[in-house]
């Protein structure tokens, strides 16, 4: 471990890389290091980190102390004596517990019986006490939601372990997966011909485009829209086009993060079909910022100015339930890089240098998992944009995909030059 003056802990996703990209993307590099493979430390307090906008991270925790051990019967021994000393300053009555390790070789039922040992020394003070059961090393989101781990009269402990050491955290906020489905799966439009996007994805790709334009650079040529704040911020004042809109999820997403939101897709239908979700979301959500929404041509058509940021899942080609032979990948290739390649050309002169834009490019998965990449990223600098690196997580690593799709979305981030 370094001399990182770490405050809180981010539980990442399935992907992590995904999730330490973002984070990089909003807080910066110098505010977070990764810990072990599944979690980040933030010199920042768990409190000032806007939770409801990550995607990439399904628990936030403050940190509560460094152990210098990895041996799980140290920690339990450490555990069994702390935790009801702590209990003591909580206010009476009924506790509910729960651990989660990562980066431990430890076993579901060897944790269990460490919450059990826990729960004997708080109950023999008198005060009751319930424990959430581990099937897994750690708890899933549904498990800490339905306990009220992170409410009053409940603790979920998290325990990172990496190197010699183990982080011990409490968690504060959990990603709340029924609020994901519930403004995923009730909207009144969707179509599963022009791909699911995942409402959390949606989040990774805006804070990608977003979390660049809130630097230093970008800032002091925007000064009177963008507030002067240490970490960025919603800000309806920034608007974020997304040029292939689809059935509207990115623009959702945007607006409840407090962005203003332009869409437009070639396809008419899908242009309802966006107008619809959105109403239907200014119905839930009335104090959202603006949108519009239209009809157009993304290789030819001319955005109204000002475009502060470009976030977008673009055109992927058609559905593919299966890998195609080496013939018909290649011509799906030509034919989706064609199109995007004459939209990063449409759009480059409508953008200010230094413009964000973060885009999910499809590759698609052969037989043997090897990845085809699109061939205007060896030659993104020619049509007039620079790659964004990061510290943290390399453009190899930023695909999103599931086991057994053939199209997977590539993260492309970007600046123009």
């Not at 549904?142 to 009220?148: D, G, K, R």
């Not at 630097?215 to 925007?222: A, P, V």
């Not at 593919?320 to 390649?341: F, G, S, Y």
Request: hydrophobic share 40%; aromatic share 6%; charged share 25%.
């Amino acid at each position: 471990m370094s001399n990182f003056n770490a405050k809180s802990i981010c539980i990442l996703g399935r992907q992590p890389a995904l999730g330490l990209a973002e984070l990089e993307s909003l807080y910066g590099s110098d505010h977070l290091e990764p810990l072990g493979p599944q979690a980040a430390r933030l010199d920042i307090e768990a409190g000032d980190i806007n939770f409801m906008r990550l995607g990439g991270t399904i628990k936030v925790a403050k940190i509560l102390i460094d152990l210098p051990t990895t041996n799980w019967s140290k920690i339990e021994d450490y555990l069994v004596k702390n935790v009801p000393l702590h209990l003591r300053h909580l206010p009476v009555g009924k506790f509910t517990l729960g651990i989660s390790a990562y980066g431990l070789e430890v076993k579901p039922d060897i944790i269990n019986k460490t919450t059990l040992k826990i729960k004997k020394q708080v109950r023999e003070s008198g005060r009751p006490m319930r424990v959430v059961p581990n099937k897994e090393a750690a708890l899933n989101s549904a498990q800490v939601l339905h306990n009220s781990l992170v409410r009053r009269g409940g603790w979920e402990l998290l325990l990172i372990g990496s190197g010699q050491r183990t982080t011990l955290a409490q968690t504060l906020f959990v990603q709340d997966i029924e609020s994901y489905g519930a403004r995923d799966q009730a909207r009144p439009k969707r179509d599963a011909r022009v791909g699911m996007l995942p409402p959390k994805l949606a989040q990774i790709i805006i804070n990608l485009a977003v979390g660049r334009a809130e630097n230093e650079e970008w800032r002091i040529e925007n000064e009177e829209r963008i507030p002067n704040s240490q970490f960025p911020i919603p800000n309806s004042k920034i608007r974020v086009l997304d040029p292939f809109c689809g059935t509207g999820v990115i623009l959702q997403e945007a607006l409840l993060m407090g962005y203003g939101a332009i869409g437009t897709d070639l396809e008419p239908k899908m242009v309802e079909y966006s107008k619809a979700n959105l109403d239907w979301l200014k119905n839930r959500y009335p104090d959202i910022a603006g949108y519009e929404v239209q009809a157009c041509d993304a290789t030819s058509h001319k955005w109204a100015k000002p475009i502060d940021a470009v976030a977008s899942e673009t055109y992927l080609g058609r559905p593919l339930t299966a890998a195609p032979a080496a013939a018909k990948l290649a011509e799906i290739v030509r034919d989706v890089n064609t199109i995007l390649e004459k939209f990063l050309k449409n759009l480059a002169p409508q953008l200010k240098a230094g413009a964000p834009i973060s885009l999910a490019v499809p590759a698609w998965r052969g037989n043997s998992d090897n990845l085809t990449h699109l061939p205007l990223i060896d030659r993104i600098s020619n049509l007039g944009y620079t790659l964004v690196e990061f510290k943290n997580a390399s453009p190899a690593e930023l695909i999103y995909f599931r086991e057994g799709q053939t199209v997977a979305r590539e993260l492309l981030v970007l600046r123009k030059s």
